[in-house]
């Protein structure tokens, strides 16, 4: 059987997609199963390893919350790795959104794509 080969965009929209998906539903362990196990996850807060405290960081956020994403760049670094600069907006129920950028970095893991880093932060 012959392999598809994804673009560097469709790789990233899919996995952002289930990411904001989850996100948008305030379902954490379905955000967490975005991640590799090993994925370095830095939020708005102090970093975490791994799954478990992607979910936790998630569990913590305020139902309402949502994100809206905009591509801003892509590298295809390896066969099995694509990097990829956005920017998000949350949006909330009870303040005004919060825009931020993203680099994340994504790797292949069988025949799924996760993100193996997340870093956030806000540029004045």
């Known amino acids: ?10 790789i990233l929209r899919t996995v952002l997609d289930r990411w904001k998906s989850a996100v948008d539903a305030h379902e954490p362990d379905r955000v967490a199963a975005c991640f590799t196990d090993d994925a370095i996850f830095q939020g708005l807060h102090p970093y975490t390893v791994g799954p478990a405290g992607v979910a936790a960081y998630y569990a913590a956020q305020p139902l309402g919350l949502t994100a809206a994403y905009d591509i ?9 790795v694509v990097l990829g600069y956005l920017e ?12 931020v950028n993203l680099g994340v970095l994504l790797r292949r893991v069988d025949d799924d ?11 004045a």
Request: glycine share 4%; aromatic share 10%; no cysteine.
């Open 72 to 80: 801003r760049e892509i590298r295809r670094l390896a066969d099995d």
């Open 1 to 10: 059987m012959e392999e598809t080969i994804m673009s560097e965009a469709q």
């Open 113 to 123: 794509w996760l993100i193996g880093h997340y870093q956030v932060s806000r540029l």
């Open 88 to 99: 998000v907006e949350f949006g909330f129920t009870d303040r005004p959104a919060l825009t």
